[in-house]
């Protein structure tokens, strides 16, 4: 087995044969002409079939691939109009006494090169299109047709790099990915590969040899790397990767932009948890409602000091903005317990589970708090944010909270730096104390989204870190249940809404007994947004 690494453009798995793309070669010499009119008359009748071609091309990609990614074969027909392009041309023709291959040639390496000198990746990209469609006039000047080889079986194309009018005249049917030896990812082929659903790994230089044509492959689109003559374990490997991916891009096929309603009409929201601005994309992928819990400690765990307010700042804009007006609720930072960072300098503790964690840092320790406070109502502006305290067990809490809320806002005023005055407030419904008290903490926030994780360890007295328990930690126990319970009945009778953002939301067994408890809001990894989706709409 020879593995080669590159870079992946587009996600999946596809397994079968490698084909090389092979192109008529054409030799372009530079030869002398007398009549440089009727050479120029030459290379006008090329160039005018060419885009006669591209104009066929365009419709052809416009069923493939929908008409924005098939803009390129409009683009592709301007560049041959391009006044540069063809004053160069001409130029050359009539100053050398030269055949319009020799200037069409000339003038592509010219221009490519001018491209790829660009500092914009964009720009860098043009240079691969300027190549092809002069490929396209050259072959028409030549008099050799396009193209590869008849594909009589799908199979993974590989080749140098591929141009876009060359992709799109592949027969998508048989194309089971892409594989190149160059080629960037902001190119029409990365584009068109990502548009088509086509497992794509680029730039995997020399290794990629065409000593493989015909050889077994595997493109594994996720980590880049492309297997040929694979072993029986790698190939069991990838066929299961394959199998699970097939499923989930079923799931998103089926379910997306579908609501979260069950058979009955009852609706329930289904958002996303996230522990790092990174992981939005795969929210925005699984087509989640929001994002019921963004872990923000992650933003201090990766750093080696206080993160400031504008890094902060930064962080909660963009994601509140990428939501697009998508609730997003944003945790203060749970330190503490299995989450520990150095530069807080916490005292080592007996039982750090039970110990000097979260909210209690928060409130001995204002000034972090007002820093975090600060830079989540700065953000509130750019979308729609929702601020969530975290083990919470009082009343009196939430009050201080609040209180610190109102300083936090006054210094804004102040400054006169934008900001919400409505953010919603809630709290994490996580121990057992905030369950006994939820009547009364109902009426001082606006909603309630229930930690199970930490919720069983706090009711059961099972510390969710040690393996050696895990038999006895049951988040399915009764009594765990009816805490939930009592926490909805009590958040709704207050009109208050309540969700769950702890693993148990998305244990697919409970989800009917959710249902049943009213339940607003199930918040889960962004890969079990479609499996819940699904199994909601399955639900009486
Ligand atoms: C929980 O306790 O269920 C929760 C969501 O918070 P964390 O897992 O971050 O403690
Ligand atoms: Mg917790």
Redesign the pocket.
Known sequence: MITIEGKSVFGGVSIGKLMFYKRNEKVIRRTHVDDVDAEWKRFEEAKNTAIDQLKVLYDKAIEDVGEANAMIFEIHQMMLDDLDYLESIEGIIRTQSVNAEYAVSTTADNFAQMFASMDDAYMQGRAADVKDVSERVLDILCGVSNGTREMTEPCIVAADDLAPSETVQLDKEKVLGFATMYGSSNSHTAILARTMNIPAVIGMGEALNPKYDGEMAIIDGFTGTLYVDPDEETLAKMQEKRAKDLEQKELLNQLKGKENVTKSGQKINVYANIGNVSDLGAVLKNDAGGVGLFRSEFLYLENSTYPTEEQQFAAYKQVVESMAGKKVIIRTL?IGADKQVDYFNLAKEENPALGYRAIRICLTRPEIFKTQLRALYRASVYGNLSIMF??IISVKEVRKIKEIIEEVKAELREEGLPFKEDVELGI?I?TPASVMMSRELAKEVDFFSV?T??LTQYTLAIDRQNLALDEFYDPHHPAVLAMIKMAADNAHAEGKWIGIC?ELGADLELTEEFLKMGLDELSVSPAMVLPLRKKIRECE
């Open positions: 749970d975290p083990m994490m996580e930690g994780n930490d702890g």
